[in-house]
Structure formats: structure tokens, C-alpha cells
């Protein structure tokens, strides 16, 4: 049963920093896999969907990358602004419906 | 403008009663599902469908009911037997299961609360 784990649970930094989210899984076989954002009591936004094909897709600021044979994905985020301030979660597709990480809650201080 | 729409977004229950969540999309999507959110928990799959008519439980299917009459529509019952539903509960859908080419779309929830 695929799993997928999200590094770290929280994570705080000033303004203007880049950073990194992490998210593990523990089965190659995906066909892609789909990075949202969720602010407090809100649905999920789509921010990037990488396809297993892909190696990266980037919008904006934020750059995915996919590593398939080792069951890792990056979010990076380029100069942080406190509007990025949100919960950020990583899904992956296969042959069932998405599976999702419990997420990596990111604040940005001004 | 394409999308889903949840409703209601607030939503009480009284222990006992039975409480329908609708969830409705104009993208033309085949695939739609039901996920449950809890603190610290993140999402669970309650139930999904590929096709009209047709659905298949996800992992927490117990004490919950749905159909798929049309296309467009994929109501949740959140029925009695459901011992603890006081969550956020999210409908998404997509072009197809995998979302492979598209993902998924997801609308902006309903938060169901037991009193």
C-alpha cells in the first residue's frame, strides 16, 4: 500500500529565504504525482503536477522536481513572501485515487 | 467558470440524524471522490467513482453512503452509524483516476460538526 510521508511537519523562516519541502513514497509505480496548497479552512489549491515522465515542473516561484526509482519529490520555494504562509501537500496517482502526505505547515515571518 | 462547489460549508449534525454533503462540477470530470480530513490526520479516501452508477469504497468507507445518479453530482450520507464525523470533508475530480494528465480539482469543503 502506498505510503507518503512529508519532511518536515512545520516549518518557520523569514521573509525573502528559499526553501525546501520534502515528500517520500514508498512505491515507484506512480503516474505522477500533484503538489497543493490549503490555507486554514479552505480546499486545496493545485500549484504543480509533475507526471512520471517529467523530471520537474515549475510556476512562478516554485519549482517540483520527481526522483521515481528513489520515491522522492522537492518543493522549492524561491524568496519567500508571507503570503506563501499555508499548509503545503504532497499526492501521489497510480493505479488508485491520489495518496496524500499529512502535509508540511509553512509560515513566513516579515 | 469551471469548477466544483461544495455544499453547505458549515453543517451540524445531531447525534442520530443522518446528513447529506452535496458536491457538484461542470468540468466534465468522469472521476469524483470524497475525502475526509482530520488534524494531524491528512486526507483520507471515503469513496470514489470512475463512472455513473458506479463507486468503490475507499479506506474509511464505514458509516458513510453515496451515489452517482449523474455526471455532474456525487452527494456523501454521513449516515448515524458513522461514530465520530465531526471533520472537513473535501469532493474532488478528475479527467480520470490517475489524473495523470490533468489531476485533480478539489472544492473548498464542508465542515461538518456533531452537537
Known amino acids: 500500500k502506498q505510503e507518503v510521508t512529508q519532511i518536515p511537519a512545520a516549518l518557520s523562516v523569514p521573509e525573502g529565504e528559499n526553501l525546501v519541502l520534502n515528500c517520500s513514497f514508498t512505491?515507484?509505480?506512480?503516474?505522477?504525482l500533484q503538489w497543493f496548497r490549503q490555507d486554514p479552512g479552505k480546499g486545496l489549491t493545485s500549484l504543480l503536477l509533475i507526471q512520471s515522465s517529467q523530471r520537474e515542473q515549475t510556476s512562478g516561484r516554485l519549482n517540483a522536481s520527481l526522483d521515481k526509482s528513489s520515491g522522492r519529490s522537492t518543493l522549492y520555494i524561491a524568496a519567500s513572501q508571507p503570503g506563501d504562509s499555508a499548509t503545503y501537500l504532497c499526492?501521489?496517482?497510480?493505479?488508485?485515487?491520489?495518496?496524500f502526505g499529512k502535509g508540511t505547515r509553512l509560515s513566513v515571518i516579515a | 467558470d469551471g469548477g466544483i462547489t461544495q455544499s453547505p460549508k458549515y453543517l451540524f449534525r445531531k447525534e442520530g440524524q443522518n446528513v447529506t454533503l452535496s458536491c457538484e462540477q461542470n468540468l466534465n470530470h468522469d472521476a469524483m471522490y470524497w475525502y475526509r480530513q482530520d488534524p494531524g490526520q491528512g486526507l483520507r479516501l471515503i469513496y470514489y467513482?470512475?463512472?455513473?452508477?458506479?463507486?468503490q469504497k475507499g479506506d474509511i468507507a464505514e458509516g458513510y453512503s453515496v451515489s452517482r445518479e449523474k455526471k455532474e453530482s456525487f452527494p456523501l450520507t454521513v449516515t448515524s452509524a458513522q461514530k465520530n464525523p465531526t471533520a472537513f470533508y473535501l469532493c474532488?475530480?478528475?479527467?480520470?483516476?490517475?489524473?495523470?494528465?490533468?489531476?485533480?480539482?478539489f472544492g473548498s469543503g464542508t465542515r461538518l460538526t456533531v452537537v
Open positions: 512505491d515507484s509505480a506512480i503516474y505522477n
Open positions: 499526492a501521489v496517482g497510480g493505479n488508485t485515487p491520489l495518496v
Open positions: 467513482s470512475q463512472i455513473v452508477n458506479d463507486f
Open positions: 474532488a475530480s478528475s479527467g480520470e483516476i490517475t489524473g495523470r494528465n490533468y489531476g485533480y480539482t
